[in-house]
Nanobody
Framework: QVQLVESGGGLVQPGGSLRLSCAAS????????MRWFRQAPGKQRELVAS???????NYADSVKGRFTISRDNAKNTAYLQMNSLKPEDTAVYYC?????????WGQGTQVTVSS
């Protein structure tokens, strides 16, 4: 069993930055495929960014060049650095850890981009 705890959300003005963290319990964090999803009110949950155990990354077109996903296996933590935030980035952001046969979610953290 893996527990994921997100932190770092909040209210930020357009153009601002936030860094989300996802702290994971368990001893095999480095094997997990880590992902960040988001869900805005009235919309489906969407994949924002992912990082493999080998640190290969992938991003949704809407965040390319603005968001950066990373991981620190020594700290069992994944990160999402979000720059140049836009109002349309407002959503609850969820951390996800995937391994074949296993799939874990955090509780989510609210990100609100507004002036």
């Amino acid at each position: 069993q893996v527990q994921l705890v997100e932190s770092g959300g909040g209210l930020v003005q357009p153009g601002g930055s936030l860094r989300l963290s996802c702290a994971a319990s368990g001893s095999i964090f480095n094997r997990y495929f880590m992902r960040w999803f988001r869900q805005a009110p009235g919309k489906q949950r969407e994949l924002v960014a992912s990082i493999t155990s080998g640190n290969r990354t992938n991003y949704a077109d809407s965040v390319k060049g603005r968001f950066t996903i990373s991981r620190d296996n020594a700290k069992n933590t994944a990160y999402l650095q979000m720059n140049s935030l836009k109002p349309e980035d407002t959503a609850v952001y969820y951390c996800n850890a995937y391994f074949p046969g296993l799939n874990y979610w955090g509780q989510g953290t609210q990100v609100t981009v507004s002036s």
